[in-house]
C-alpha cells in the first residue's frame, strides 16, 4: 500500500502561481512515475505532468511552458510548480503514484483561478 498526502491547493488570480507537493509513505519501489492529474467539474480526469523516478518528466500540452513538476526522490514527494494559471486550470489536482501494475491516488486538492 502507498498513501499518498497531497498540500498547496487555494485561490488564486488569473496569471498568479501556485505550488503543489504530495508525500509518498508505504511501499515504494524503485522506478516508480508519480505525476498530477486534474478533474473540472463535469470534465474527465486528465493528465496534467509525469515525472519518472530518473526525472523524465512529461507535460499535458495545456500546460507546458507554465507548469514545472519535480521529485525528490529520498523523500519521496513530487511537486508541481504552476505559473500563470488560467481560468481553465480551475480543477481539483490528484497526486498519482504508479509502479506495475500498483496504482495509488491522493484525495484531491482544490485549486481554484478566479478574478
Known amino acids: 500500500q502507498v498513501q499518498l498526502v497531497e498540500s498547496g491547493g487555494g485561490l488564486v488570480q488569473p496569471g498568479g502561481s501556485l505550488r503543489l507537493s504530495c508525500a509518498a509513505s508505504?511501499?515504494?519501489?524503485?522506478?516508480?512515475?508519480m505525476g498530477w492529474y486534474r478533474q473540472a467539474p463535469g470534465k474527465e480526469r486528465e493528465l496534467v505532468a509525469t515525472?519518472?523516478?530518473?526525472?523524465?518528466?512529461n507535460y499535458a500540452d495545456s500546460v507546458k511552458g507554465r507548469f514545472t513538476i519535480s521529485r525528490d526522490n529520498a523523500k519521496n514527494t513530487v511537486s508541481l510548480q504552476m505559473n500563470s494559471l488560467k481560468l481553465e486550470d480551475t480543477a481539483v489536482y490528484y497526486c498519482?503514484?504508479?509502479?506495475?501494475?500498483?496504482?495509488?491516488w491522493g484525495q484531491g486538492t482544490q485549486v481554484t483561478v478566479s478574478s
Open positions: 515525472i519518472t523516478s530518473g526525472g523524465r518528466a
Open positions: 498519482n503514484y504508479r509502479f506495475g501494475q500498483y496504482d495509488y
Open positions: 508505504g511501499r515504494i519501489f524503485n522506478g516508480n512515475v
